[in-house]
């Protein structure tokens, strides 16, 4: 399965940018997804996460009230929604794929993506 993600860039500090992540293979199916990012010099951490359905989605923390997941089945495709953006949030973001349509902070994400950049400077 392929995952590939667009819609990073450089945004202002209290900018918004919308990632997206397209799906494609013929193993997509009911698959839990959601984005993870690694900042230089850090560990990658978990950012949102959302069901198949869509009924579940989870969030860090720090970009709780901030970041917004979001699926559209038909086009295998899920975003992120970010506002504002803080340079802390300067980071490569991943769009993560899971074989479960459900997932819990233990999920093992089976497919990731190559990353996209997003940087959060004036």
């Known amino acids: 399965e392929d995952l590939v993600e667009s819609g990073g860039g450089l945004v202002q500090p209290g900018g918004s940018l919308r990632l997206s992540c397209a799906a494609s293979g013929r193993t997509y199916g009911r698959s839990a997804m959601g984005w993870f990012r690694q900042a230089p010099g850090k560990e990658r951490e978990f950012v949102a996460a959302?069901?198949?359905?869509?009924?579940?989605?989870s969030y860090a923390d720090s970009v709780k009230g901030r970041f917004t997941i979001s699926r559209d089945n038909a086009k295998n495709t899920v975003y992120l929604q970010m506002n504002s953006l803080k340079p802390e949030d300067t980071a490569v973001y991943y769009c993560?794929?899971?074989?479960?349509?459900?997932?819990?902070?233990?999920?093992?994400?089976?497919?990731w993506g190559q990353g996209t950049q997003v940087t959060v400077s004036a």
């Open positions: 959302s069901s198949w359905s869509g009924s579940t989605t």
């Open positions: 993560v794929a899971d074989r479960l349509a459900s997932y819990t902070p233990r999920t093992d994400w089976d497919y």
